[in-house]
């Protein structure tokens, strides 16, 4: 009688493992034909108003943790595209979060270039996420594109739920493939390019020159050394005349703009307002997810730090 109910126990087990298998299979194959069958929109959209959008949402996810969100826009993106924007937010702002939540310290970087294509109303957008987080073993990157039933572990292609599968099959409708480099503890980089056509070939952000064509003379302090290599980059592709901070202090010069942040301004704001020709011209970084101080007179602007803010407050005026 034992042996009986052993017996039914077991086939009692296997029937379960069966009808579980076939009811995964019957998702998997459920969720495959929805992806299958997704079509995509061909919009006409503001690819540096969806980044800034995306930024946002992203800061808010970083909270006060010490982590700087950093993008870095090619300057010949153009101003409109045509494509699926809501497609492309929704896989860019899931690797941004996948990078988020495995960072501790550091960096999560986004980087995106532009490279001409034959034909002339097409480019190649190679965009990219980067961080300096956890990292990923080899193992746990064979199956980071598989899915998966639900998070069953710590395991960090466990925690990603099925977000980098439903982002695989987005950028392979958009003719791509996500690629993934890491290494555990060092950090990781997911990247991929799509074509996309242009709906309006101007510079999605550029610097109104004034009239006499002086080339603006800039300055910055910060608290963070990532804010200042974003700055240098964004310079350095505007062809911006930059002073060290260090030298206009020494020798008492005077700029037009000032970047700074608000640790670095609290610490010298006498100092810089000697500094600067205007007071407004003083550009202080601020994360819109965090309380902070009132600052009158100067110019807050919103992290992340990209092409977009960056032109605008130099334009100013």
Same mark, same amino acid.
Do not use: K, Q
């Given at each position: 009688m034992g042996n009986l109910w052993l017996v039914i126990l077991i086939a009692g087990i296997v029937i379960i493992g069966i009808f579980l298998a076939l009811r995964f299979s019957g998702l998997l194959d459920r969720i495959k034909f929805s992806l299958a069958n997704i079509k995509l929109a061909e919009d006409a959209y503001a690819p540096l108003l969806m980044l800034e959008d995306i930024g946002q949402k992203c800061l808010s996810q970083i909270g006060n943790s010490a982590i700087e969100l950093i993008f870095d826009v090619d300057k010949n993106l153009p101003a409109r595209l045509y494509g699926d924007e809501g497609r492309l937010r929704q896989v860019i702002l899931s690797l941004l979060e996948n990078s988020i939540r495995f960072t501790e310290k550091g960096y999560v970087r986004l980087l995106i270039k532009v490279y001409p294509v034959t034909e002339n109303d &097409?480019? /190649?957008l190679h965009i990219s996420v980067k961080d300096t987080g956890t990292g990923i073993g080899k193992k746990e990157i064979e199956h980071l594109f598989s899915f998966r039933r639900k998070p069953r572990t710590r395991e960090r292609q466990e925690a990603l739920g099925n977000g980098l599968f439903v982002s695989q099959h987005l950028v392979g409708k958009m003719g791509g493939e996500i690629h993934v480099k890491s290494e555990k503890d060092r950090g990781s980089e997911f990247w991929f390019s799509i074509q996309q056509r242009i709906a309006d070939p101007a510079p999605a952000a550029y610097i109104k020159r004034p009239e006499n064509g002086r080339v603006p003379k800039v300055s910055a302090k910060f608290s963070n050394s990532y804010r200042e290599e974003a700055l240098m980059c964004l310079l350095n592709m505007y062809k911006i005349s930059y002073i060290p901070y260090d030298i206009l202090k020494d020798v008492? #010069? #005077?700029?037009? +703009? &000032?970047?700074?942040?608000?640790?670095?301004? +609290? /610490?010298? /704001? /006498?100092? #810089? &307002?000697e500094l600067v @020709?205007? @007071?407004?011209n003083i550009c202080v970084l601020e994360n819109p997810q965090r309380d902070h101080k009132k600052l009158e007179g100067v110019t807050i602007v919103y992290r992340p730090f990209f092409s977009l803010n960056f032109c605008q407050f130099l334009s100013q005026g």
């Open positions: &097409l480019i /190649e008492g #010069m #005077m700029v037009d +703009y &000032l970047f700074t942040d608000h640790g670095a301004f +609290y /610490e010298s /704001e /006498e100092e #810089m &307002l @020709r205007r @007071r407004e």
